[in-house]
C-alpha cells in the first residue's frame, strides 16, 4: 500500500511538471509565430523600400528572436540602405554565426566590407563562397571578389574573376563592366571597348556604361560614336547629376 502511495504522489508531482513544460514550449513558439510576423511586415516595407519602417520592425522582432538568422540578415540589409555599414556587418556576422552555410548573408558581409574599401576582408568572404557548389548565383561572389582586386590594383586577377562570372552568366553586366574597367585601367582600351558596348546592350539603361564608352570610343579617336554615348549618359541621367555635368563636358571637349 505504501509503495503505491509513494508512486502514485510521484506521478501526481510530475504531471504539474510536465504541463509547466508544455505552457513554456507554447509561449516559446508563440513568440517565434509573433517574430516572425512582424520580421516579414519589416521584409514587406523593405520591398517597398521604406527602410526606416521595415528596421523599426526588425528591431522588434530582435528582442522575441535574438537567435533568427533571416532576422540578422535582414537587419544588415536595412542598416546597409542606410548608409549605416558598421551595423551591418556585426548583424551579417551573427546570421552566418547562427547559419555556417548561410550564403547569402556571406555575400552581403562581403558587399559591406567592399562599401568599407576593406578588400582583403571582402575577398576572404567571396573566397568562401566560390568553393560552395550548391551555391545558386556564383557569379554574383565571383563578380564582388573581382571588384575587390581592381580596387586593390591587382588587374590580372580582376580580370581572371570576371571572365569566371561570366562563364556562369555571360550576360551578367557587372562582370561586362567590371572587365571594360579593368582594360581601360590595363591601356587595352579597344577590349575595354568591346565590353562596354556589351555591358550597354546587357543593361541600355545603365548610364555610367554608356559614360565609360563614351571614353573608351574618345581615346580610340571614334568621336562621333562617343558624342552618341554621351548625348545618351544626358539623356538617361537625372538633369542636375553629377554624371550627366561630366558628359555634356566630355562630349564638348570632343575635337571636332
Known sequence: MKKWLTTALLCAALFPLTGC???????????????????????????????????????????????????????????????????????????????????????????????????????????????????????????????AYYEKKNYGEAQRYYKEALKVEPGFVNALYGLGKTHMATGTVKKAAEYFERATEAAPMLADAHFELGNAYRLLGDYAKAEKAFERVVALSPPQSELAREAKEARFKLPF
Do not use: S
Request: aromatic share 8%; net charge neutral; glycine share 4%.
Open 21 to 147: 513544460g508544455a505552457n513554456k514550449t507554447a509561449q516559446q513558439d508563440d513568440r517565434h509565430r509573433q517574430a516572425t510576423a512582424i520580421r516579414q511586415l519589416g521584409e514587406a516595407y523593405l520591398a517597398e523600400k521604406n527602410f526606416t519602417m521595415a528596421l523599426a520592425q526588425f528591431m522588434k522582432a530582435e528582442k522575441m528572436a535574438p537567435d533568427d538568422h533571416l532576422l540578422h540578415q535582414d537587419l544588415g540589409i536595412a542598416y546597409m540602405a542606410k548608409g549605416q555599414v558598421a551595423l551591418a556587418i556585426p548583424h551579417f556576422k551573427k546570421a552566418i554565426d547562427i547559419k555556417p552555410d548561410f550564403a547569402a548573408a556571406r555575400n552581403n558581409l562581403g558587399a559591406a566590407y567592399i562599401a568599407l574599401e576593406d578588400w582583403d576582408a571582402a575577398i576572404a568572404c567571396f573566397e568562401v563562397l566560390t568553393k560552395d557548389l550548391l551555391y545558386a548565383t556564383p557569379h554574383y561572389p565571383l563578380a564582388n571578389m573581382a571588384k
